[in-house]
């Protein structure tokens, strides 16, 4: 989880500065476009200063992303899409609305498709104790397991305490592990396990997945690409994605290169990911927005669809976390929107969806450094048409001396995730470095600060001997002596 362009001239002719203007747009005139391309929002504004909006081009460039593709769905249809930028630099490709990206933990909503669709079909329960599923490998019996069993549900919603958040994936010259023996710690990662009491917590596992793949394979005889090439997509129409891990050489025509913090393109052009659920799906925005649509549809009285009604509100049930069978869940009643966010070695994305009201927002990106960029795209679309799904936050500053900032320099880590993040002061001001990329923190108070352009906010601690720092009210990283 490591120029300036003219603005309205570069818009309007995109083919003198070599990027893509393919664009689908069934409703959206022109305006509308260009406003949200205009309008880009920061996270935050200091009481008190004008509002100021960026333009795409200039962002992509301030973020080095190379490349975006967008989709964005209103009443049940799509409304446009565009892709901006180059898939590949050195080939010279430009994206477009075909262009694939790898969806990385987008991948688990439309997994999770597969294996509700064999629980319609009377093949699973969500409740069973998955060993009785598993073949080839099982969950090992433990204390943990045995007042609780892991459960479909449990690994569907991230509560059947199962270890691996997640997955950084393998260079094309890398040894492919198969599922089995990425569960058993035999690739990049560490076995996948459980080390608490299922159903006691919530804590995100990529691993959960994995073994809800592997399920799927064992009882259907089908990988996930296969399964769901077969069952899925088709009905959804989705007809430009595909599980396929490595992807076949037929695909790379138009595939997007990955590339780092750094906007460097990643040895190989991109990762492959034998952890399919978790992170192995290539798509494209256009195509997720037929999932939103379709899952609103179904909601909707849809005659026939993916899977029934009752499926999908079972689907979009909250459970702990505000966790769904799949994605995310926020809102309630007309205002729910079911979600996930993505992040590959290279790739950043995002996805946004109501499940009554049929308005979808997706956002995929060619880079490490894509959140910040999509998070500004996001307050963009959500100001232009009202949607109310982010908004800029207004804020008060202070002032502190050079002596009260420079006290909290050095390397601040936490362990699950692995993330560190290194904080220097240049010019009085506290500027953190990390693999989720460089931020500059304004002071609140004399211990909480915020970055202006993320959102972020940290506040430094005592614990006990140990100075640590608490992000977004939430993770907490500790002070490494050096």
């Not at 969500?126 to 943990?144: G, Q, T």
Request: proline share 4%.
């Amino acid at each position: 989880m490591k120029p300036i362009i003219l603005r309205i001239f570069a818009l309007v002719l995109p083919g003198l500065l070599g990027f893509s203007c393919d664009t689908e747009k069934p409703d959206a005139t022109l305006a509308d476009i260009l406003a949200i391309e205009n309008g880009l929002l920061p996270a935050v504004r200091v009481k008190g200063d004008s509002i100021v909006s960026f333009n795409l081009q200039e962002r992509m460039a301030r973020y080095k992303v190379p490349g975006l593709s967008l989709a964005l769905v209103e009443n049940g249809k799509l409304k446009w899409a565009k892709g901006y930028g180059i898939a590949n630099t050195e080939n010279g490709t430009k994206v477009d609305t075909n262009t694939l990206f790898q969806a990385a933990s987008i991948s688990k909503p439309l997994a999770a498709l597969a294996i509700l669709h064999m629980v319609e079909n009377g093949l699973l329960d969500l409740d069973e104790d998955v060993n009785a599923y598993l073949k080839e490998w099982k969950i090992p019996e433990s204390r943990f397991t045995e007042r609780q069993k892991v459960t479909l549900r449990g690994l569907l919603t991230h509560t059947a305490g199962i270890t691996v958040h997640g997955f950084p994936g393998y260079s094309q010259t890398d040894f492919f592990p198969s599922i089995t023996e990425v569960l058993n710690g035999q690739g990049n990662t560490k076995e996948v396990s459980v080390d608490t009491i299922p159903g006691s917590i919530w804590r995100y596992s990529g691993g959960g997945y994995t073994i809800m793949e592997k399920i799927i394979e064992d009882l259907s005889g089908l990988s996930l690409d296969e399964y769901s090439s077969k069952f899925i997509f088709p009905e959804i129409g989705m007809d430009n994605s595909t599980f396929q891990q490595p992807l076949d050489v037929g695909y790379h025509f138009n595939v997007s290169a990955a590339y780092d913090a750094e906007g460097k393109i990643i040895d190989g052009y991109w990762h492959n990911y034998p952890e399919k659920a978790a992170a192995g799906l290539w798509t494209t925005p256009s195509d997720l927005a037929k999932y939103c649509i379709e899952i609103h549809q179904i909601l909707s009285n849809k005659s026939k669809g993916v899977l029934s009604k009752e499926t999908i509100e079972a689907m979009l049930t909250k459970h702990q976390n505000d966790w769904g069978l799949g994605p995310s869940l926020k809102w309630e009643s007309d205002s729910l929107m079911f979600m996930h966010g993505g992040k590959n070695a290279g790739f950043t994305n995002n996805m946004i969806s109501f499940a009554h009201r049929g308005n979808a927002l997706i956002i995929m990106t060619n880079a490490d450094n894509g959140r910040q960029l999509i998070s500004e795209i996001e307050r963009a679309i959500s100001n232009y048409y009202n949607w109310a799904i982010t908004e800029q936050r207004i804020v008060e500053t202070v002032q502190l001396t050079a002596d009260a900032i420079n006290k909290f320099a050095g390397l601040y880590k936490m362990t699950e995730p692995d993330i560190a993040l290194d904080f220097t002061v240049e010019s009085g001001q506290l500027i953190a470095i990390g693999e989720i990329g460089r931020f500059q923190f304004v002071p609140m108070s004399d211990v909480k600060f915020i970055d202006l352009e993320s959102g972020y906010e940290i506040e430094f601690r005592n614990d006990g001997d140990q100075s640590v720092l608490i992000l977004n009210n939430g993770l907490q990283f500790t002070k490494v002596e050096i």
